[in-house]
């Protein structure tokens, strides 16, 4: 278990530290038997316990006199498949995170190395907790921008030969991700609300500030799944292109091809009174003839724009 103070910074502090300062909002993380046996001290109403062993979304409910809920963080190394899971449980005196996976501990320590707080405060505290979740993620969704952009370039240039089985890993990606957006979006929104008067006037600005982020985050991922449904537009209709030439390449040589089966099946009855059968040119005259149709269809395609 571990216990801080929110000051400048976040100060680690002994349990008993934690409980007599009145003075100072607090965080603490435990782990789920922890909880069990410390949450009494922390004199919180809850009615809905947090189950950090039963998780399937991220959310925020009002209880009496406190606000629960859960995280489920997807890995953003490994979007559909890995996720960190943790709970928590807030009121007007501080936070406390039930983890069993160690993501909240890791996510504190880096605030502790990065920020310093003119007025410390529990919605500042917030609102630097829940920005490191998305902190990545632009990037993330730049590099996969370049992807899909060098993804298009191999499909105009190669005609629909491009890599469609990373547009379609990509989009999943997304997928995951704007699900994610909207589950900490209404998160946020039960923090803006502030029903139970927790955080006061002033500092809900920070809460206002990360609805705007997360907004911006969301519009982004929209975007960006847009394009990988462009792209895969873009890779169908150039394999419809492609078919299409081969259907006008078939066509024109069966067109071409027509009339010579005619005269080959004109000539080939042998009928006995044929007059070109003993004819001594009728070989060559066939053949001139049949030369003649290819150069004449050739001609005739050539000048409708068909080849």
């Known amino acids: 278990m571990s216990y801080y103070l929110l000051e400048e910074t976040i100060k680690p502090c002994t349990a008993e530290e934690l409980h007599s300062r009145t003075d100072r909002q607090y965080v603490a993380v435990l782990t789920t038997p922890e909880w069990a046996g410390e949450r009494e001290r922390f004199d919180m109403g809850i009615e809905l316990e947090p189950d950090a062993g039963n998780i399937h979304n991220t959310k925020a409910e009002v209880n009496y006199d406190s606000l629960t809920g859960t995280f489920l963080l997807p890995d953003r190394e490994n979007l559909t498949e890995r996720d960190f899971r943790f ?162 390449l078939l066509t024109v040589v069966t067109t071409i091809f027509m009339p010579l089966t005619l005269i080959a099946g004109w000539y080939g009855m042998n009928f006995r009174y044929m007059p070109e059968l003993e004819w001594r040119a009728g070989y060559p005259a066939v053949i001139a003839v049949s030369v003649a149709v290819v150069i004449f269809c050739l001609i005739l395609f050539k000048k409708n724009k068909w080849l």
């Open 87 to 248: 709970a928590f449980a807030l009121d007007e005196k501080g936070i406390v995170f039930i983890d069993d996976s160690g993501q909240a501990e890791r996510m504190i320590q880096t605030i502790r190395r990065t920020k310093r707080w003119r007025a410390p405060s529990l919605e500042r505290f917030l609102y630097d907790f829940l920005e490191q979740i998305v902190d990545h993620d632009l990037a993330i969704m730049e590099r996969y921008e370049v992807e899909l952009n060098r993804i298009e370039d191999e499909i105009l240039a190669t005609q629909g030969q491009g890599d469609l089985a990373r547009v379609n890993e990509i989009r999943s990606d997304i997928r995951e991700l704007l699900v994610h957006y909207e589950q900490i979006i209404d998160m946020t929104q039960e923090l803006e609300e502030n029903e139970n008067g927790f955080f006061s006037e002033e500092n809900l600005r920070y809460i206002h500030l990360f609805m705007n982020l997360m907004a911006r985050r969301h519009d982004s991922a929209i975007s960006l799944r847009d394009y990988t449904m462009q792209v895969r537009d873009l890779h169908n209709a150039q394999l419809e292109v492609r078919q299409n030439r081969i259907m006008t």
